[in-house]
């Protein structure tokens, strides 16, 4: 199965919901915009989103004298669409000197987007070097291991319970001597305290910069989205103590609601880079937004 059906069977249950608003409704009343905005809502685009995207849509019936809820799907769609826009630079650190902070709190497929995107890099003929900076969940750094051995890549790391500052300055010396493409630094999803995640961060980027101020750091956050506004929360709460670049989205594979990817980007103004839809090495690939709009509204085209 390719990656757009994979992509369009993990939010068939969404698409369903949507579409048949679409359907179903055989007037342009006040019926129809509730029961649309109640189901945006309900996929969670959230309600901002939702907002703008229902007065748009109204605006744009009345310049347009459309009269069939049929045909507001495809105005709904790009609308959606322009809100999703992937900078064309979006993937310029592929082509540097990179070194990426992977960041994101326990559970929500860090480790295994770490291990992908040092697989797809790898078969893509850069050199990529994995860094275990989470030295505090317990089995993080045999898990990372396991991952750089399915990639073939090489890990540095020291003990659990280290210094995760101290594994990004071993990290970021053998990236610099080594002249790797792209390092990949895996960071601790929770400390006890938010000030804490904060210090940690701050304190890694600052190694970084000092010890290699030549090269590109992006820092991309991991969200799970079959959480769907806890995931919104937590690229908030991230976003208040470090900058963010873009984000990996995660687990679009039947729990998903799917509209979180909206939210998100519409809301935060930081755009998906990488979706995953399954557990396989391509199974995360870059963010498309027409094909996954298309894919959320049913739309084969």
């Avoid at 070097?129 to 890549?153: H, P, Y």
């Avoid at 659990?160 to 960071?187: F, H, M, Q």
Wanted: hydrophobic share 40%; aromatic share 6%; charged share 30%.
């Amino acid at each position: 199965m390719g990656f757009f059906q994979k992509l369009k069977e993990g939010l068939q249950k969404t698409s369903n919901s949507i579409t048949s608003v679409f359907k179903t409704n055989e007037t342009l009343d006040e019926d129809f915009y509730d029961e649309l905005e109640e189901t945006l809502i309900m996929a969670d685009m959230g309600f901002e989103t939702t907002e703008r995207v229902i007065d748009e849509l109204r605006d744009k019936v009345e310049e347009q004298g459309i009269s069939d809820p049929a045909e507001c799907k495809k105005l709904v769609m790009e609308s959606l669409k322009s809100q999703m826009n992937v900078p064309d630079n979006a993937y310029c650190f592929e082509d540097a000197k990179t070194i990426m902070l992977i960041i994101g709190v326990n559970g929500v497929g860090k480790t295994t987007s770490i291990g992908k995107l040092a697989a797809q890099y790898k078969n893509q003929g850069r050199t990529v070097l994995i860094g275990a900076a989470d030295t505090f969940r317990a089995g993080a750094i045999n898990q990372l291991g396991t991952w750089a051995e399915r990639a073939g890549v090489d890990m540095i790391a020291q003990t659990e319970g280290s210094d995760p500052s101290a594994v990004v300055y071993d990290t970021v010396k053998a990236a610099k001597a080594r002249k790797t493409n792209i390092t990949l630094i895996d960071t601790a999803g929770r400390l006890h305290n938010k000030k804490n995640l904060m210090d940690e961060l701050a304190k890694m980027r600052r190694v970084i910069e000092r010890e290699y101020p030549e090269a590109y750091v992006e820092t991309l956050i991991v969200l799970d989205g079959s959480t769907g506004q806890n995931a919104l929360e937590q690229a908030r709460q991230f976003a208040s103590i470090t900058e963010i670049n873009g984000i990996i989205l995660t687990k679009l594979d039947g729990t998903a609601k799917g509209g979180i990817a909206v939210a998100i980007q519409s809301e935060l103004k930081v755009p998906v880079k990488y979706i995953g839809v399954g557990e396989h090495i391509d199974d995360l690939q870059k963010f498309n937004p027409d094909e996954y709009i298309n894919a959320l509204f049913d739309n084969e085209e």
